[in-house]
């Protein structure tokens, strides 16, 4: 079992910044943030691979939101940059165990999932 920590929400004003931070116990092969806004389905924002360090990210934060890692920390990072009021939303954490049948950008794919964090961005 592994447990994730998610820290780093909070307000800010639009074109803020804000870091996530996303520690986890044990071992995975790879680690992504999802989001969910109140009324709308959970969507993925990015992943990485940890052993490759190789990222996706969701094409509406292009630009603006990076996923890097620390990997003898075990903790995955996102930077939001220029945060627009429709970026606010709750902010999840999420672990695969293994390879096998990964879709990064599909939340039944993860094994373990954070508490979240929430993100509030004002106009």
């Known amino acids: 079992q592994v447990q994730l920590v998610e820290s780093g929400g909070g307000s800010v004003q639009a074109g803020g910044s804000l870091r996530l931070s996303c520690a986890a116990s044990g071992y995975t092969y790879s680690m992504g943030w999802f989001r969910q806004a109140p009324g709308k389905q959970r969507e993925a924002v990015a992943a990485i691979y940890t052993a490759s360090g190789r990222t996706r990210t969701a094409e509406f934060v292009t630009g603006r939101f990076t996923i890097s890692q620390d990997n003898p920390k075990n903790t995955v990072y996102l930077q939001m940059n220029s945060l627009k009021p429709e970026d606010t939303a709750m902010y999840y954490c999420?672990?695969?165990?293994?390879?096998?049948?990964?879709?990064?950008?599909?939340?039944?794919?993860?094994?373990?999932w954070g508490q979240g964090t929430q993100v509030t961005v004002s106009s």
């Open positions: 999420a672990a695969r165990r293994g390879s096998y049948g990964f879709i990064w950008d599909d939340p039944a794919r993860y094994n373990y």
